[in-house]
């Protein structure tokens, strides 16, 4: 059976991770993508040096993909880049806004070249704007969203530790990429995609924005605590942490009955529905801990799990 993107051509005017990880899903899933850099190369191959001398962002990044040196800003190069448009189903760029229009290969231009053609184009902070000609970076747009405010402990933001930005724009983008070439299929031309890791972000924090909006709250960070469920988080255990997770009322009355075995906590005012169990979190939390502090983390997990309670290890990246 082949592979569901057989057949498609895939150009990418690429570097960095957003733009690389769309089109290694394209790549997963059967494209072929040409992958093209400047002459010195994406600079992510310089990240670091982990994978038999290679950088493991981009080993990760650029498998299943082939790859082609270009300097657009000779014509040779640029009618190369002009033929292979003609050819491919989708075009996706991530350098700085304006700079493929100036080399003439703006979506105008390349829509006239190949009226079927995807085009996908990411950007920091969109095409306009004060802020369209900043450079942006995972991390920044973590800071510059609020992101970073709702994760640490408390007064203290901190970043996420993967590319969450990064990743989450090209995923989005991979996802919109698809409908457009399922509707290209129902008989539509090709279209202009244009999304930015603000905009992406943005929208991952769209329940922090309605809860300042709608109540006033300003959310910050809850370390390994949930902002806005208890019990989600953290636990002492006789021989360390462990991971609780209760997400609803009746999950809550199990694990008094059967996980805690104390079912009198699931009808006190205190604890009696999530609101309250969020504003009396240290008290709940020392009730908790009361009971687990009896038992090591593997007979805990054990005795949780058989409630039908969610939990888990709290692993380093070894574990």
């Known amino acids: 059976m082949s592979a569901p993107l057989a057949g498609l051509l895939v150009v990418a005017l690429e570097q960095a991770v957003a733009a690389p990880y769309c089109t290694r899903l394209l790549a997963e899933g059967?494209?072929?993508?040409?992958?093209?850099?400047?002459?010195?190369?994406?600079?992510?191959?310089?990240?670091?040096?982990?994978?038999?001398?290679?950088?493991?962002?981009?080993?990760?990044?650029?498998?299943?993909?082939?790859?082609?040196?270009?300097?657009?800003?000779?014509?040779?190069?640029?009618?190369?880049?002009?033929?292979?448009?003609?050819?491919?189903?989708?075009?996706?760029?991530?350098?700085?806004?304006?700079?493929?229009?100036?080399?003439?290969?703006?979506w105008g231009a390349v829509h006239a070249l190949n009226p079927r053609l995807v085009m996908c184009s990411i950007s920091g902070y969109g095409t306009t704007g004060p802020y369209a000609e900043m450079k942006a970076y995972d991390a920044l747009i973590q800071a510059e969203t609020g992101l970073c405010s709702v994760t640490g402990s408390p007064g203290e933001p901190s970043k996420v530790g993967a590319s969450i930005c990064d990743i989450s724009t090209g995923l989005s983008c991979y996802g919109e990429i698809l409908k457009a070439l399922y509707a290209r299929e129902r008989g539509a031309t090709g279209t202009h995609i244009e999304t930015s890791l603000f905009e992406t972000l943005s929208e991952w924090m769209a329940v922090p924005l309605a809860i300042l909006e709608y109540t006033g709250k300003m959310l910050?960070?809850?370390?390994?605590?949930?902002?806005?469920?208890?019990?989600?988080?953290?636990?002492?255990?006789?021989?360390?942490?462990?991971?609780?997770?209760?997400?609803?009322?009746?999950?809550?009355?199990?694990?008094?009955?059967?996980?805690?075995?104390?079912?009198?906590?699931?009808?006190?005012?205190?604890?009696?529905?999530?609101?309250?169990?969020?504003?009396?979190?240290?008290?709940?939390?020392?009730?908790?801990?009361?009971?687990?502090?009896?038992?090591?983390r593997a007979e805990l997990a054990q005795k949780l799990n058989a409630a039908g309670i969610a939990c888990g290890n709290i692993n380093d990246i070894d574990g």
Not at 238 to 261: K, T
Not at 275 to 291: F, P, S
Request: proline share 5%; aromatic share 10%; charged share 25%.
């Open 220 to 296: 910050t960070g809850t370390g390994m605590d949930h902002a806005q469920l208890a019990p989600y988080g953290s636990y002492a255990a006789a021989d360390g942490p462990i991971f609780v997770v209760i997400q609803n009322q009746r999950e809550w009355v199990q694990f008094c009955r059967a996980g805690l075995e104390r079912p009198e906590l699931a009808d006190d005012p205190r604890y009696s529905n999530n609101v309250a169990r969020v504003e009396n979190r240290d008290a709940l939390r020392a009730e908790l801990e009361a009971v687990f502090r009896r038992y090591p």
């Open 30 to 106: 059967g494209a072929r993508v040409i992958k093209l850099e400047r002459p010195e190369g994406d600079f992510a191959r310089a990240y670091d040096s982990a994978i038999h001398g290679q950088s493991a962002y981009f080993v990760w990044l650029n498998s299943g993909k082939e790859s082609l040196a270009v300097d657009l800003t000779q014509e040779a190069d640029r009618a190369l880049l002009r033929a292979m448009l003609t050819k491919a189903d989708v075009f996706i760029q991530n350098l700085k806004p304006g700079s493929v229009d100036k080399l003439g290969f703006g």
